[in-house]
């Protein structure tokens, strides 16, 4: 084999040519979810009465001892809802893309150091930090604008707007690989051959029953029929395990992204856990040609 064509393809894989407007409209689903995401959450991120005793430093929090004096966590959700605003309209990217990415980061990584993990938001927050060190914003957005007022081109297709996507969809992917690994590591084949999803189906259910939240009455129904569950858990191991194939043409992703929506549905169904980025389609944007959605046609126009 050719080392130098085995680089180049391997190059063009990573870093295929692609246009402006594709990673443009990745930027702006992203930051659109993530906007709306930190506005929904806004008093949870903002506001913290409970015991310090409680404070349980994680991720990048991880670089204080105690946690912060009001209004400093107020202030700092504040300011990356601001720098959202920013990052969803491509104004002065280069400097406020990488800052949203950080106080987001930041923000939710001090939520979860109070005892409590949202794992639902982590792919959210790497998607943000890939987008924010690419060129996301040469077009469809404000950036943009006062370039053509100035007289510039618009941009070409290049490979710097190809590898963001790439790596957002690498990083989707690498999520469910890691998942069905971990299930292989903690159970083995007795994941697929075993009650060990009807265990957890019943026992996520009657602790959300005795602690009087909304739960599943259709999972607490079928945990009664014991011999529907491997074949459920066969079907999500192999979800997992094969995500990379998503990454060989647009026909395999199609397929395994309907199959992993499905899989989220089931646990909605199932067990009442809302995953919100990938049941509503944002997790598997980066392997689509976005630029080309009816929700795009007015900026096309443009």
Not at 52 to 67: A, M, Y
Not at 102 to 107: P, S
Not at 173 to 185: F, S
Not at 280 to 293: C, M, T
């Amino acid at each position: 084999m050719n080392l130098q064509g085995s680089i180049r393809r391997f190059d063009a894989f990573w870093r295929p040519t692609t246009p402006a407007s594709r990673l443009a409209a990745l930027r702006i689903l992203v930051g659109a979810f993530a906007l709306v995401y930190l506005t929904i959450r806004l008093p949870h991120l903002s506001t913290f009465d409970f015991d310090v005793s409680g404070f349980r430093p994680t991720g990048v929090v991880s670089l204080l001892s105690d946690p912060l004096a009001a209004p400093w966590p107020a202030v700092a959700a504040v300011a990356a809802l601001a720098l959202g605003i920013a990052f969803l309209l491509g104004w002065r990217f280069a400097l406020t893309g990488p800052l949203f990415a950080a106080a987001l980061l930041w923000v939710t990584s001090y939520r979860n150091s109070w005892g409590m993990i949202f794992h639902t938001e982590n792919l959210m927050v790497m998607h943000v930090i890939v987008v924010s060190l690419g060129a996301s914003a040469d077009a469809w957005s404000l950036d943009a604008r006062r370039r053509a007022r100035r007289g510039l081109p618009p941009p070409e297709d290049d490979p710097r707007y190809g590898w963001p996507l790439r790596l957002a969809a690498a990083i989707t992917i690498g999520t469910y690989v890691l998942a069905g690994i971990a299930k292989l590591r903690h159970s083995g084949l007795d994941w697929v051959s075993s009650d060990i999803l009807r265990n957890y189906v019943a026992y996520d259910n009657l602790r959300k029953i005795e602690l009087g939240d909304d739960y599943s009455k259709l999972g607490t129904a079928l945990c009664r029929h014991p011999e529907l569950f491997p074949p459920l858990a066969g079907i999500s191991l192999a979800v997992e395990l094969l995500a990379p194939l998503a990454l060989l043409g647009r026909r395999v992703a199609i397929v395994w992204s309907l199959l992993a929506w499905g899989f989220h549905l089931g646990v909605l169904a199932l067990m009442w856990i809302f995953f919100p980025y990938p049941l509503l389609g944002f997790a598997y944007a980066p392997l689509f040609s976005l630029e080309r959605l009816p929700l795009f046609r007015r900026l096309r126009r443009s």
